[in-house]
C-alpha cells in the first residue's frame, strides 16, 4: 500500500512580526543582507521565528518537518552566498519572477561551512519526529553562481556537488533530504551535461542514509533530462503538477519513475487555497494516469518553495496538506 507524506520544499515567508524586527535590526540594502557572522540580536530574531514555523508545521499535522530557511535572503543561492570562498556582487534575477539575490561568485576553493547544518541541528532540537534537511541541488546552486576559480562548467559543478556532499556530512539525522532543481526545468542541461547533472545529484545523495527526493518545479524536465535523472541513486523524483500535469505525467509513462514520488499538488505562488479533496484528487488523479507503476511513498507537496505567499495563505496551505494526508491514511 502507497504512503503518503504530507511535507513541504521549505524556504518559507518570515512572520511579520520577524519582518518588522529584523527591519529595524538590519536594514534593506544589500549589505544587510544575511552573511553568517550576524549579532545576538538578530540571531534571537532567527531562532524564535524557526520555532514558529516548526510549531505550527507540527499543528497542521505534516509528516515531515523543515527548518523553514527564514534566513535566506538569496533563496537557493544561500549555501554559497554566505561561504567565506565567495563574493556576492549584482543583484540578478531570481529565474523568471519578481525576486533577487546577489550574485554568489566563487573565487577559491569551497568547502563545507556548516551554515545549513547548524540552523539543521537547531531545528532538531524542536521537531518531535520527521526532520526533513532542504538544499538546493547542485545543478541549480551551480547555474545560480558564478565561477572564478574553477575554471571549467563541468569541475565547477563537481566542486559545488562535493561542497554540498560535505554540508550533509555535519547533518544531524534526519528522515528526508529535498534537493531543490528548478534549474533543470528552467535552464535544461545540453547534451552531455545532462548526464554529468545526473551524475552531481548523485554524489549529493550518496552523502546520506536519509530518503533523498529531486523536487523540480516550474514545469516538467526534458526528455533526456528526466531519462538522465532516472539513472541518480535518489529515492524519489517530483513532478509539478500545477504547472505541467500532463507533461509529468508524460515523462513517467514513457520512461518510469522511482520507487517513490514527490507531487507538486500545492501551488506555492497562488493564494488560492487548495482544499484537502483536491489535493487528493490530485493524488489520485496521477496514480490513475501512471497505473504501470506501483509508488511505495508519495511526498505531498507544494510544487514550489513558499516564500512568495503572504504569512495566513500559508499556514493555510499547511493545514491543508496535513489534513488531506491525514485522512488518505485513515
Known amino acids: 500500500m502507497t504512503q503518503v507524506v504530507s511535507t513541504t520544499p521549505g524556504l518559507y515567508p518570515l512572520p511579520d512580526w520577524a519582518k518588522d524586527d529584523l527591519s529595524s535590526l538590519k536594514g534593506h540594502q544589500k549589505e544587510d543582507l544575511?552573511?553568517?557572522?550576524?549579532?545576538?540580536?538578530?540571531?534571537?530574531?532567527?531562532?524564535?521565528?524557526?520555532?514558529?514555523?516548526?510549531?505550527?508545521?507540527?499543528?497542521?499535522?505534516?509528516?515531515?518537518?523543515?527548518?523553514?530557511?527564514?534566513?535566506?535572503?538569496?533563496?537557493?543561492?544561500?549555501?554559497?552566498?554566505?561561504?567565506?570562498?565567495?563574493?556576492?556582487?549584482?543583484?540578478?534575477?531570481?529565474?523568471?519572477?519578481?525576486?533577487?539575490?546577489?550574485?554568489?561568485?566563487?573565487?577559491?576553493?569551497?568547502?563545507?561551512?556548516?551554515?545549513?547544518?547548524?540552523?539543521?541541528?537547531?531545528?532538531?532540537?524542536?521537531?518531535?519526529?520527521?526532520?526533513?534537511?532542504?538544499?538546493?541541488?547542485?545543478?541549480?546552486?551551480?547555474?545560480?553562481?558564478?565561477?572564478e576559480h574553477y575554471g571549467d562548467e563541468a569541475a565547477f559543478q563537481d566542486a559545488v556537488a562535493d561542497f554540498l556532499a560535505g554540508e550533509i556530512g555535519e547533518f544531524p539525522a534526519v528522515e528526508t533530504l529535498f534537493l531543490l532543481e528548478p534549474s533543470l526545468v528552467e535552464n535544461p542541461p545540453g547534451e552531455g551535461a545532462d548526464q554529468r547533472a545526473s551524475a552531481a545529484i548523485d554524489a549529493v545523495a550518496t552523502a546520506t542514509e536519509a530518503s533523498v527526493v529531486v523536487h523540480p518545479y516550474w514545469g516538467a524536465l526534458e526528455e533526456k533530462v528526466y531519462a538522465h535523472l532516472m539513472d541518480a541513486d535518489v529515492d524519489a523524483v517530483g513532478y509539478d503538477l500545477v504547472a505541467a500535469p500532463d507533461a509529468n505525467v508524460y515523462n513517467v509513462q514513457e520512461y518510469g519513475a522511482p520507487a517513490s514520488v514527490s507531487l507538486g499538488l500545492v501551488d506555492g505562488q497562488n493564494t488560492l487555497v487548495e482544499s484537502p479533496e483536491t489535493i487528493r484528487d490530485r493524488i489520485e488523479w496521477f496514480q490513475d494516469q501512471t497505473p504501470a507503476e506501483d509508488y511505495e511513498t508519495v511526498y505531498a507537496t507544494s510544487n514550489t518553495e513558499l516564500f512568495y505567499l503572504p504569512v495566513n495563505k500559508f499556514e493555510a496551505k499547511l493545514d491543508a496538506l496535513g489534513a488531506a494526508t491525514a485522512e488518505v491514511t485513515a
Open 34 to 147: 544575511i552573511s553568517g557572522d550576524e549579532g545576538e540580536e538578530i540571531v534571537a530574531v532567527y531562532d524564535e521565528a524557526r520555532a514558529n514555523v516548526i510549531d505550527r508545521q507540527q499543528e497542521a499535522g505534516l509528516d515531515r518537518v523543515v527548518e523553514g530557511q527564514l534566513r535566506w535572503d538569496d533563496m537557493l543561492a544561500h549555501p554559497l552566498a554566505v561561504h567565506d570562498a565567495v563574493e556576492t556582487r549584482g543583484i540578478v534575477r531570481y529565474y523568471d519572477n519578481n525576486n533577487f539575490y546577489r550574485e554568489p561568485v566563487v573565487t577559491s576553493d569551497l568547502d563545507a561551512d556548516g551554515d545549513v547544518a547548524r540552523e539543521l541541528s537547531a531545528a532538531a532540537d524542536q521537531v518531535d519526529a520527521g526532520l526533513q534537511a532542504v538544499l538546493p541541488g547542485p545543478y541549480s546552486l551551480a547555474d545560480l553562481a558564478t565561477d
